[in-house]
């Protein structure tokens, strides 16, 4: 089997400039460069930059494959967008992790096969299913950080450990989610034994227009100006996850690492 590459990175949130085109030009002679988006595929070599280094200085969303079984999606959120306290919990490593870069926070998801993947590697609707779990994020909704932890379950975590908050709504994987969980490789049976722990995702109209309501006219005007001044800000990403921040924490108690592989078995 001959070796296959591909690198592709898309700047969401600001074009990228000609300056910066040139720069990424010097790169690779090869790639496609527009103001949106950078991508090359190698049959040999390899991309001759840090590929994180390029996500923190010029994109927002990187997706990496490789047909010996290798994939790598990571994400660049603005640091005073999410919450780095309330992430850290779902990142152990063992399949995604989470850091400080400057002003961003950079989200990364990974999988190794032992065996190659059975993948058209042409097919770039792949890294498309996964670019909106960007602003699933930035609007409070965990589920992919939760499914990162959960492959570490997978993947070599300690009988021991507890999991982490589990977010409402993984009982009903949208496509992104249902993307990102391929990516990971995660059974059927440990996701819907992880479901079974996660809370119905439906949209309390009643409690959320009460909350709006206790909202000051001055932060409302804010959001609303800003929305006026740069048409690709979403007020209602900040606006979402101010309200899950003030909605209580739930009691119940977290699932070890064996129960949830012990739970899965008996499903499977």
């Not at 959960?150 to 496509?175: C, F, I, K, T, W």
Request: proline share 6%; hydrophobic share 40%; with cysteine.
């Amino acid at each position: 089997m001959s070796e296959y590459q591909c690198y592709e990175f898309l700047a969401i949130d600001r074009p990228l400039t000609l300056k910066q085109q040139r720069e990424l030009r010097e790169i690779s002679t090869r790639a496609e460069i527009s103001s949106t988006r950078f991508w090359n595929e190698y049959q040999w070599g390899d991309l001759k930059a840090d590929a994180r280094k390029l996500l923190v200085d010029y994109f927002d969303v990187h997706h990496y494959f490789a047909n010996w079984g290798s994939r790598v999606m990571m994400m660049r959120v603005p640091a005073g967008r999410v919450e780095v306290a309330k992430l850290k919990p779902y990142f152990s490593g063992h399949g995604a992790k989470v850091s400080k870069a400057g002003q961003h926070v950079i989200v990364e998801f990974w999988a190794d096969d032992e065996e190659p993947r059975d993948e058209d590697p042409s097919d770039s609707g792949q890294f498309a299913e996964l670019v909106p779990l960007r602003s699933q994020l930035l609007r409070g909704d965990l589920r992919c950080a939760y499914l990162g932890w959960l492959a570490g379950v997978d993947r070599g975590a300690d009988d021991a450990a507890v999991e982490p908050p589990v977010p409402a709504g993984l009982g009903a994987l949208d496509g992104p989610l249902q993307a990102l969980a391929g990516l990971l490789g995660l059974d059927d049976s440990l996701l819907a034994a992880a479901a079974e722990g996660s809370a119905s995702s439906s949209f309390n109209v009643k409690a959320t227009r009460e909350w709006l309501k206790k909202q000051p006219a001055a932060t409302k005007e804010r959001l609303l100006l800003r929305a006026m001044e740069d048409p690709a800000f979403s007020p209602g990403a900040e606006l979402n996850q101010a309200f899950q921040k003030g909605q209580p924490p739930s009691h119940r108690p977290g699932r070890t690492v064996a129960e949830l592989r012990e739970r899965a078995a008996d499903l499977a």
